[in-house]
């Protein structure tokens, strides 16, 4: 069973994202709110996945993402994306993203995803 962190400034995105989650079997132990929040409950908590939202105040996805890579390169990070992200996503490929989600969450899509980090 995975343990996820799930870091997202949203209330209603980790809410849903944590109930298809759950759906799916994993446990999510901890969620944050923005990226400083999320580099802090990572170092914390070294959940076995990070869903990462992008677009967050204090520190935003990639700035979080390139924080944890720094310190744990094994992190796996799976970005959570919105529409007209193209250039964020990249960013994100190129420090060390593992896998991408869209909002709005299909479930199928996102089990699928889980399960291709946690084997990869
Ligand atoms: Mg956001």
Partial sequence: MAKILIVDDSRTSRKILKGILEGAGCEVIGEATNGQEG????????PD???MDI?????????ALKK???EYPEAK???????????????AVQN???EFVSKPFEPEQLKTI??????G
Avoid at 39 to 46: F, G, M, N
């Fill in 39 to 46: 580099y802090e409950r990572y170092v914390e908590l070294k």
């Fill in 49 to 51: 996945i990070v869903t």
């Fill in 55 to 63: 677009t967050m105040p204090v520190l935003d996805g990639i700035e």
């Fill in 68 to 70: 944890i890579k720094a």
């Fill in 77 to 91: 990070v799976i970005m959570v994306t919105a529409a007209g992200q193209k250039t964020k996503m990249v960013e």
């Fill in 96 to 98: 060390g993203a593992n």
């Fill in 114 to 119: 889980i399960e291709k980090v946690m084997n």
